[in-house]
T-cell receptor, first 113, second 114 residues
Framework: AQSVTQLGSHVSVSEGALVLLRCNYSSSVPPYLFWYVQYPNQGLQLLLKYTTGATLVKGINGFEAEFKKSETSFHLTKPSAHMSDAAEYFCAVILNQGGKLIFGQGTELSVKP | DAGVIQSPRHEVTEMGQEVTLRCKPISGHNSLFWYRQTMMRGLELLIYFNNNVPIDDSGMPEDRFSAKMPNASFSTLKIQPSEPRDSAVYFC????????????FGQGTRLTVV
């Protein structure tokens, strides 16, 4: 069963435009949610995470995400895209206390000048 | 700390050969994850360890795959015999507190089986 779904395998925006990358999850217990970024030929690095508390989470490089329990969503946004944001972005969830970290299929972000 | 260290970075081998991928996690981290990344299947969790004990290996594709963590500073992923469909990038990641805070990834091993 798919636990994390990212809508859109490829998103293209113009420099300066809003970035919106979508993530929905399925979990019967309160999830821990993450966004990771992968630059070409590199490993993944953490952008931001939601565990408990404030539902709007701010991360590095101007990214933020909002946990919406009613929509089972954790979409990633950035008000103004920069060329350096071009990368692949992964939403991830930990499903249980055992710490099984599961990733979505990834969304490749392209930024046009 | 140097981060998670994987070796080799690239491996080309012939079908049928044994392949061993190595990982040194960040010192003090108690969880270790092995992932496989392909264009078709994305990033798949193969197995993860907590305190050197395998917790979940349900993602290991077949008996040809095995993973060990003999101590807190070293883990191996072995494929025997290797097949062309095993070609992928294999990532190791480690974390403190079972990944609830942050998982740190190595640079990956690009495996090509010809």
């Amino acid at each position: 069963a798919q636990s994390v779904t990212q809508l859109g395998s490829h998103v293209s925006v113009s420099e300066g435009a809003l970035v919106l990358l979508r993530c929905n999850y399925s979990s019967s217990v309160p999830p821990y949610l993450f966004w990771y970024v992968q630059y070409p030929n590199q490993g993944l690095q953490l952008l931001l995470k939601y565990t408990t508390g404030a539902t709007l989470v701010k991360g590095i490089n101007g990214f933020e995400a909002e946990f919406k329990k009613s929509e089972t969503s954790f979409h990633l946004t950035k008000p103004s895209a920069h060329m350096s944001d071009a990368a692949e972005y992964f939403c991830a969830v930990i499903l249980n206390q055992g710490g099984k970290l599961i990733f979505g299929q990834g969304t490749e972000l392209s930024v046009k000048p | 700390d140097a981060g998670v260290i994987q070796s080799p970075r690239h491996e080309v081998t012939e079908m049928g050969q044994e392949v061993t991928l190595r990982c040194k996690p960040i010192s003090g981290h108690n969880s270790l994850f092995w992932y496989r990344q392909t264009m078709m299947r994305g990033l798949e969790l193969l197995i993860y360890f907590n305190n050197n004990v395998p917790i979940d290996d349900s993602g290991m594709p077949e008996d040809r795959f095995s993973a060990k963590m003999p101590n807190a500073s070293f883990s191996t992923l072995k494929i025997q015999p290797s097949e062309p469909r095993d070609s992928a990038v294999y990532f190791c990641a480690s974390s403190l507190d079972r990944g609830f805070t942050e998982a740190f990834f190595g640079q990956g091993t690009r495996l090509t089986v010809v």
